[in-house]
């Protein structure tokens, strides 16, 4: 059973988007739209935490009438919806991204640099907009990465070469390097594809999150994080309350307190959401 007085206490809810606040199909459904504004007008605001880049967020909180800060790239970066103010920002020291580029060439693996507005790839990696998770992104090859050095929110090296990416995983992990965080995992839309992600140690959705609530003065069980995929653990490590979609991985349904029983494509957060919105309505 949930405790309905911690609905009541609600201030604020932050959805992962591809598999949890969003359809199949990347969109937003209607009632998820409805019941969204219904809580925003009982003071419940709503925020986006994804995998995306800033610049895919900004139609999807337009459509949603979002006024609050956004957390893009895992974590990498919050930024001010609208306004575009950076609260938090993340780069991965140049010595780290020349080394992860430099393994990708040797076990030719693909390799791209994300930045704040767009994800950046050679000529030799012309493979990565087709096999990237990162939807909604503006993809820009380029000649070289050497311009591309500085500023980078995260290294991404995707391939079908399972181990090969394990293999450079231990040799970026430490004591070979200090600070840097590693995300390995399989992709969710693209089959036999599997992506090593470099962010710093400091950035994940679950403590950017934190941060995002510092920033707003809310106190973590005050909030809910909804989530459905490998890169949302880190939302489900924190004291908020946990919502998870049907579709997702059963790591994070074993975490959730509460598992709605549909899925993404049927709007199944919305089950929550309404719960909330009873709560609050008394």
Same mark, same amino acid.
Do not use: W
């Given at each position: 059973?949930? +405790? $309905? @007085?911690?609905?009541?206490?609600?201030? !604020?809810?932050?959805? +992962?988007? +591809?598999? =949890?606040?969003?359809?199949?199909? %990347? $969109?937003? *459904?209607?009632?998820?739209?409805?019941?969204? @504004?219904?809580?925003?007008?009982? %003071? #419940?605001?709503?925020?986006?935490?994804?995998?995306?880049?800033?610049?895919?967020?900004?139609?999807?909180?337009?459509?949603?009438?979002?006024?609050?800060?956004?957390? =893009?790239?895992? *974590?990498?970066?919050?930024?001010?919806?609208? %306004?575009?103010? !950076?609260?938090?920002? =993340?780069? #991965?020291?140049?010595?780290? #991204?020349?080394?992860?580029?430099?393994?990708? +060439?040797?076990?030719?693996?693909?390799?791209?640099?994300?930045?704040?507005?767009?994800?950046?790839?050679?000529?030799?990696?012309?493979?990565?907009?087709? !096999?990237?998770?990162?939807? %909604?992104?503006?993809?820009?090859? #380029?000649?070289?990465?050497? @311009?591309?050095?500085?500023?980078?929110?995260?290294v991404v090296i995707a391939s079908d070469y399972k181990e090969n990416l394990r293999y450079v995983k231990d040799k970026l992990s430490f004591p070979h390097t200090f600070g840097l965080g590693l995300n390995f995992y399989k992709s969710q839309h693209h089959k036999g594809i599997y992506y090593l992600e470099l962010r710093t140690q400091g950035a994940s959705k679950g403590k950017s999150f934190l941060k995002l609530l510092t920033n707003l003065r809310i106190k973590p069980e005050e909030s809910v994080v909804i989530g459905d995929w490998y890169n949302d653990i880190s939302l489900f490590e924190t004291s908020a309350f946990k919502v998870a979609p049907d579709n997702s991985i059963p790591e994070l349904k074993n975490k959730a307190d509460f598992v709605t029983q549909k899925n993404n494509d049927e709007e199944g957060i919305v089950e929550f959401l309404e719960l909330v919105l009873k709560a609050k309505r008394g």
């Open positions: 059973m949930i +405790d $309905k @007085n911690r609905l009541k206490k609600i201030k !604020i809810i932050v959805s +992962d988007l +591809d598999g =949890s606040l969003l359809n199949n199909e %990347g $969109k937003l *459904g209607p009632e998820t739209k409805r019941v969204i @504004n219904e809580l925003r007008i009982l %003071g #419940v605001q709503f925020s986006l935490a994804s995998g995306r880049l800033h610049s895919a967020l900004i139609h999807l909180a337009e459509e949603l009438d979002l006024q609050i800060p956004l957390i =893009s790239l895992d *974590g990498s970066m919050i930024k001010s919806n609208p %306004g575009g103010e !950076i609260i938090f920002e =993340s780069f #991965v020291k140049q010595k780290y #991204v020349v080394k992860a580029l430099d393994f990708a +060439d040797r076990f030719l693996l693909n390799v791209a640099l994300c930045h704040a507005d767009a994800i950046y790839y050679t000529e030799n990696n012309s493979v990565i907009p087709r !096999i990237m998770d990162k939807l %909604g992104a503006r993809y820009e090859e #380029v000649p070289s990465y050497n @311009n591309y050095l500085k500023e980078t929110l995260e």
